[in-house]
């Protein structure tokens, strides 16, 4: 399976300032039709996923545009330019370009 | 608007049969992937299986394959997920989210979580 190891695994950040979470891949995640399926999400306390990131840098409807992803091949980033309240949770980055799908262990997010 | 409703809570015995289901709403059934994705308590998210269920193509996670069976009804616009013999280890919230290919589109939901419950 591919693995996905994200870094940090623990992330307090003082509002306003910008936060980056990374998520490195054991195989490159180019996809045969040329796309590369490595998404993002967030999961806030007691709620389910909401994908926030999808092929690498495309933002999901109602996201701000304080949220941003990149990366290509192994190494991916979800940059957000200015944290707020509503950020805290734990963030996920997950991969559809192999079968089985999977997610990295989870960065969680809190406000110092 | 586009909503997955899940079954209700389950509390079970170790070695029992359990059935849980995701209704979907509000878009065409047949359209789109369905999957299933387990958290245990405390812990990160992994999927089971998916399906199709225009043609019910199925795959399933080789950790969970022959342990769980994934299955829809598209005359109610269902899915299941379905054990014949619980175990302790199954105690988790179960999600299930409706996709498109590889979860690459702009189309992505989830429902609500089935927690599960196992114990003796």
Request: with cysteine; net charge positive; glycine share 10%.
């Given at each position: 399976?591919?693995?996905?190891?994200?870094?940090?695994?623990?992330?307090?950040?003082?509002?306003?300032?910008?936060?980056?979470?990374?998520?490195?891949?054991?195989?490159?995640?180019?996809?045969?039709?040329?796309?590369?399926?490595?998404?993002?999400?967030?999961?806030?306390?007691?709620?389910?996923?909401?994908?926030?990131?999808?092929?690498?840098?495309?933002?999901?409807?109602?996201?701000?545009?304080?949220?941003?992803?990149?990366?290509?091949?192994?190494?991916?980033?979800?940059?957000?330019?200015?944290?707020?309240?509503?950020?805290?949770g734990v963030y996920y980055c997950m991969q559809g370009t192999f079968w089985p799908r999977t997610f990295g262990q989870g960065t969680k997010l809190e406000i110092k | 608007e586009v909503h997955l409703v899940q079954s209700g809570t389950e509390v079970k015995k170790p070695g029992e049969s359990l059935k849980i289901s995701c209704r979907g709403i509000g878009y065409t059934f047949t359209d789109f992937w369905i999957g299933w994705v387990r958290q245990m308590p405390g812990k990160g998210l992994e999927w089971l299986g998916i399906i199709y269920p225009d043609d019910f193509d199925t795959r399933y996670n080789p950790s969970f394959q022959g342990h769980v069976t994934i299955s829809v009804d598209n005359s109610i616009n269902t899915a299941y997920l379905q054990w014949s013999s619980l175990l302790a280890s199954d105690t988790a919230v179960y999600y299930c989210t409706s996709h498109g290919n590889y979860g690459g589109s702009d189309f992505d939901n989830w429902g609500q979580g089935t927690l599960v419950s196992v114990s003796s």
């Open positions: 399976d591919v693995v996905l190891t994200q870094s940090p695994l623990s992330l307090p950040v003082t509002p306003g300032q910008p936060a980056s979470i990374s998520c490195r891949s054991s195989q490159s995640l180019g996809h045969s039709d040329g796309n590369t399926y490595l998404n993002w999400f967030l999961q806030r306390p007691g709620q389910p996923p909401r994908r926030l990131i999808y092929k690498v840098s495309l933002r999901d409807s109602g996201v701000p545009d304080r949220f941003s992803g990149s990366g290509s091949g192994t190494y991916f980033t979800l940059k957000i330019s200015r944290v707020e309240a509503a950020d805290v | -």
